[in-house]
């Protein structure tokens, strides 16, 4: 059989969701994978890490048959069993843990390890027609949700292509050459075509803020204050567009003197830059038109970040960039497609009396945390699929302690006998994305694709959809939606959004659901409900703990700041080669990033007397991890940054970077700090070093 070149899309949790060429060997093996030059946004270009992916889809460590612990909770200790006896068994104890405890003890658990709607959110439908515990889902975007919401009302922006026709790019809080490289492709032409300039807004020299013009290294959770002493310049320096805000804002009497409050000098004070550093970006932002801010998730990753989020939104509002080609602000394109997914989440069926837990919250709530059960049964039972809460879950030894609990069920449906895996009670195999049918939407631009089904998956994996399936007929779970194909879910879900049907995506590849320029722009109103952006956003209307939220843009003090104790403010920003924990099994993505590492700031390594490649413990009352350090002068001093994320048996004793990160909830509305963690650094071999044993 020949090679074929086929379509596909990156179902990984990535805002570029590239369209992909694969080349298909035979009915179970496929080649290199290419990203598609048709599409305006891929471009042709994708990351490495799925360029290989060969290397990870015909991995020698897949999962390929059903597991039923016989050893220890998390000792990996399994035995082969069938599909039905591994079903049947899930079955019995949801239905057991449901007589027992009512449905709210059944808890199923998802998030994005494939962002296809069918896949990923299919779970839901089983979870609604059985009245199982909901989740809320906190832990990823929605900090960033909450701060962009607030001000524009609206999930849309200026189109991503339009990067290409902007004179200044700015991204903030993010590392596109790691994590969504296509930004890249499109703010080179526009340095190439036009000689624009990209400033990166960053608390350490990531690899997009060594390509930058402009790199400025700020205080980890300090952006708000770089924001409103940028808006502080641009009304003293004349640049504030007084005609935009009168007619696009609510403009409120007292932006201006709350703003002449919060100049450079206050700014330099809290973000650790130099006053000439902000008002060098300060002259650049205000002076430009066409000046693009690519926003990104990493500063929202704290305390303050939604109101940080918020902050850095009203910078276009001061200077009307909103309003030109190739200016504004962009974060994610959501809203565009308007979904309608009823059959897929079985939303026709859901009560939203059922009690929801927040997920970030798994650890306190497998420990019976009261708050974190919202007064509700305990849980009892829990089927996983497409996350790895053991690792990428905050204060993970709670959620290991959790998870090793001898009365909880666990089934988790994977690929790889991940840290999560190792907990369960039953394992299934699961299959890839070229192994299934799917639909998926971009974040980060603006097409609608189907990755169908390319090759066999090896052994007996099976798909979310047909374990779901499968559950269901056991636990007499009836609804339409799992007696339909994936395909035909696919159809029925895009036919009722009303766009194409399947047949016609799949012939033209994607279709490009992107907004008018003056919607994208805002230019007939924001998506509030009186059209204006707003700098005292209603956050009630945003989230329950809204009343710590400044009522305008300010810097929020509510990040774990350093102590005497806990001089150190540790970020986990993501490794090039990884994504989540999707690429940590893969050797081409071992290899390249190494072994976990703490960079540090050579002042604080001289301080510590610590060299390249010494362990060093890193610790708070979370508990402790062991890794080696870099010197790295591209952060503050007091910054470190450990590149994640490695698996929890990647580290020393087991014990991964999340045990340091706190679960508390962000205002208003949720999310985890993963960047805001207090923390003190020691050589491993310190007498003073705790040790916090892995359960
Ligand atoms: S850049 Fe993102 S969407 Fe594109 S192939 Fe890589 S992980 Fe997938």
Redesign the pocket.
């Known amino acids: 059989m020949s090679t074929a070149v086929r379509h596909s899309v990156?179902p990984?949790d990535?805002?570029?969701?590239?369209a992909?060429e694969v080349e298909v060997l035979d009915n179970a093996r496929i080649g290199r994978v290419h990203?598609a030059k048709a599409n305006s946004y891929?471009a042709g270009v994708?990351?490495a890490?799925?360029g290989r992916y060969a290397e990870r889809i015909h991995h020698p460590d897949r999962l390929t048959r059903p597991l039923m612990r016989v050893g220890p909770k998390g000792s990996g200790e399994f035995r082969e069993i069938g599909w039905d006896e591994a079903l049947d068994q899930i079955a019995e104890r949801f239905l057991a843990a449901a007589t027992r405890f009512g449905p709210e003890s059944v808890w199923p658990y998802y998030y994005a390890g494939t962002m296809g709607l069918v896949m990923r959110d299919g779970i839901n439908r089983l979870r609604h027609v059985m009245r199982y515990s909901r989740q809320k889902k906190t832990i990823c975007t929605a900090s960033a949700e909450a701060g962009w919401i607030a001000g524009t009302g609206r999930f849309v922006g200026p189109d991503p292509r339009e990067m290409a026709k902007a004179d200044l790019i700015v991204i903030w809080g993010g590392n596109p050459v790691a994590?969504?490289?296509?930004v890249m492709t499109h703010l080179t032409r526009a340095r190439k075509e036009r000689g624009a300039k990209l400033v990166v807004v960053d608390p350490y020299r990531s690899g997009t803020a060594e390509v930058a013009d402009m790199h400025l290294c700020l205080r980890p959770g300090t952006d708000a204050a770089l924001a409103c002493a940028v808006m502080h310049c641009a009304f003293r320096d004349g640049h504030a567009d007084r005609q935009y805000l009168q007619a696009y804002t609510d403009f409120p009497p007292d932006l201006e003197a709350h703003l002449a409050a919060r100049g450079p000098d206050w700014a330099a004070a809290i973000t650790g830059l130099s006053v000439d550093q902000i008002e060098a970006f300060a002259r650049l932002y205000t002076a430009t038109r066409r000046a693009y801010i690519r926003l990104g998730y990493g500063f929202t990753r704290s305390r303050n970040g939604s109101a940080a989020m918020h902050a850095v939104t009203c910078l276009p509002a001061v200077t009307g960039a909103w309003k030109h080609e190739g200016g504004g602000a962009f974060w994610s394109n959501r809203s565009i497609y308007h979904w309608d997914k009823t059959m897929i989440e079985g939303l026709d069926v859901l009560d939203k009396s059922t009690r929801e837990i927040d997920m970030c919250l798994i650890g306190a709530a497998l420990l019976g945390d009261a708050g974190a059960l919202k007064g509700g049964p305990p849980i009892a039972a829990m089927l996983i699929q497409n996350t790895n809460p053991a690792v990428v879950a905050p204060d993970s030894y709670k959620v290991r302690q959790g998870l090793s609990r001898e009365d909880l069920f666990l089934a988790v449906h994977e690929q790889f006998l991940t840290d999560t895996a190792r907990y369960a009670d039953v394992v299934l195999p699961a299959t890839m994305f070229m192994e299934h049918d799917d639909l998926y939407q971009a974040g980060g631009h603006s097409h609608i694709q189907i990755g169908p089904k390319l090759i066999e998956p090896p052994g007996e994996c099976r798909s979310n959809h047909e374990v779901l399936q499968g559950l269901a007929r056991r636990l007499g779970a009836a609804h339409p939606g799992f007696e339909m194909t994936e395909m035909e879910l696919v159809d029925w879900t895009l036919r009722a959004s009303g766009w194409p049907d399947a047949k016609t995506v799949m012939d033209e590849h994607w279709v490009d659901a992107a907004l008018p320029f003056r919607e994208a722009h805002f230019l007939d109103g924001f998506g509030t409900p009186d059209k204006k952006f707003h700098f005292t956003p209603d956050w009630s209307k945003v989230g329950a703990d809204w009343r710590r939220m400044p009522r305008l843009p300010d810097q929020l003090d509510t990040i774990e700041a350093a102590t005497p104790d806990k001089p150190f403010r540790l970020m986990t920003s993501p490794a090039r080669q990884f994504?989540n924990t999707t690429f940590t099994p893969t050797p081409g993505s071992r290899t390249r990033e190494g072994r976990p590492t703490a960079l540090v700031h050579p002042d604080d390594a001289e301080r510590l007397r610590l060299a390249d490649g010494d362990r060093v413990r890193i610790g708070n009352e979370r508990g402790t991890v062991t890794v080696h350090v870099r010197r790295f002068d591209g952060l503050q001093p007091g910054t470190v940054v450990v590149e994640s994320l490695w698996g929890n048996t990647d580290f020393e004793d087991g014990i991964g970077i999340n045990t340091l990160t706190g679960a508390d909830p962000i205002p208003p509305f949720g999310g985890a700090a993963f960047h805001d963690t207090a923390v003190w650094l020691r050589p491993a071999d310190s007498p003073r070093t705790s040790f916090t044993p892995s359960p």
Do not use: E
């Open positions: 990156c990984h990535c805002p570029s969701t590239c992909l990203g891929t994708i990351c890490k799925v994590t969504q490289v296509n994504l």
